[in-house]
């Protein structure tokens, strides 16, 4: 690559834009949790300013007083409009989408329409932690299907999760994570295809949480869970949330394929109207104008897998990274360094680093710690660097 090439690449990338000590001002709780001295990579928040046709629009609504309920159709009618020229799936329905206040609350309320208290919620973990918190939280029981060594979906394990969680007839849900968090694995349309056939078998009701669908590196492909054979009763929550930052604006879609329709029609109205009306015009405008800078996201994303990899291959090659193509996030096998069944203890308090620990992500956790790497090639460098500082 020429050097003005990769200057100019640079200017772009949303990750390269602000400098340790503004991102310390910063009072989300990426940045509150832990003492200055801790350098942190954990939670799923971005190290990055906001779009500029983001900021623009809940700029021009302050402005405006534009602070009210929130109305109308344009959230869904931009997903639907990005998931055509992203995805080439034209199957996303107005009319079968529901507003929810954000992602996990749908996701609670999808469990909701289709489960009954104490009915089965079929996950697969190592997975991200408020599956668990969430789904008791809502009087469901979760049955754990465990992913392959490989990280991906193990069919025969998930077969006899279905079979337990729908024993005796009680209905039963599988919370999908596509792509998935921790691990950044992106289902093929292959794997989602057994899905729906599996779960049209057990009778089990699919929920897909897609709200990492933009994050897809250069050269793979996200194929929406609904745009599959046979998934037409499933259910899916799509956000602008991660993709461009905007968990402090929030704002999720609930989407119901064709066969789900009237079970989305069934979402009560105190639902919908927990939407925040800025939320809604924030995720408006990323879907609709945001795609310049998630593209240039993606490329510094991508630039950060290669970079850590290499890093951990340098400081740390006793430690397994697959990096999938998907997420920000990283999932690092740290069991060869001797740390105990939670390194991110170790880590954070003898290497000043702040990781996620695996033990949240229920079996298959233990050992493991998740990096954030939506953050700048030096920051990331440096996560490295303390991280080495406690085993050498
Ligand atoms: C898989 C997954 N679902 C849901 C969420 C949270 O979404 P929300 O803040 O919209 O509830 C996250 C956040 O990282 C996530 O990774």
């Given at each position: ?92 329905a107005v009319e079968r989408t529901a ?263 229920g079996t298959g956790g233990a050992g ?25």
């Open positions: 690559m020429s050097g003005t090439h990769q200057g100019s690449r640079d200017q772009a990338n949303p990750l390269r834009q602000l400098r340790l000590d503004q991102l310390r001002r910063r009072t989300s709780v990426k940045w509150r949790e832990y003492p200055d001295d801790v350098l942190p990579l954990w939670v799923a928040e971005m190290d990055v300013p906001l779009a500029e046709p983001v900021a623009r629009a809940i700029t021009d609504a302050v402005a405006l007083g534009d602070t009210g309920y929130t109305a109308g159709t344009a959230y869904p009618e931009a997903l639907a409009e990005f998931a055509r020229r992203r995805w080439g799936w034209d199957g996303l507003l929810v206040p954000d992602v996990m609350h749908g996701v609670v309320e999808a469990l909701r329409l289709l489960t009954g208290p104490g009915d089965a919620v079929v996950v697969n973990c190592p997975v991200y932690p408020p599956f668990y918190g969430f789904v008791g939280h809502a009087g469901r029981r979760i049955v754990e299907a465990p992913l392959g060594d490989d990280l991906r979906i193990d069919f025969g394990t998930l077969e006899e999760a279905f079979r337990v969680a729908r024993s005796g007839g009680r209905p039963a849900a599988y919370l999908l994570c596509n792509p998935h968090n921790p691990t950044g694995v992106l289902h093929t349309a292959d794997e989602l295809t057994a899905v729906a056939a599996l779960a049209g078998r057990y009778g089990v009701r699919v929920v897909a949480d897609e709200i990492h669908a933009p994050l897809v590196g250069a050269g793979a492909r996200f194929v929406p869970y609904l745009s599959v054979p046979d998934a037409e009763h499933g259910l899916s929550l799509m956000s602008a949330s991660k993709g461009w930052n905007l968990a402090g604006l929030r704002g999720g879609l609930l989407v119901a394929g064709p066969a789900a329709a009237g079970d989305v029609a069934r979402i009560p109205f105190e639902v919908s109207v927990g939407t925040s009306h800025l939320g809604v015009i924030a995720h408006t405008a990323a879907f609709r104008d945001g795609g310049d800078w998630l593209d240039a996201l993606l490329t510094g994303l991508d630039d950060n897998r290669r970079l850590l990899a290499a890093l951990l291959a340098e400081h740390l090659p006793t430690v397994r990274y697959r990096p999938g193509p998907a997420t920000y996030l990283a999932w690092l096998d740290c069991r060869g360094l001797g740390l105990g069944d939670d390194p991110a203890a170790v880590l954070l308090d003898r290497g000043r680093v702040a990781l996620n620990s695996g033990l949240a992500f493991h710690v998740r990096l954030n790497l939506a953050t700048s090639p030096e920051l990331l460098t440096e996560a490295v660097r303390r991280m080495a500082t406690v085993v050498t």
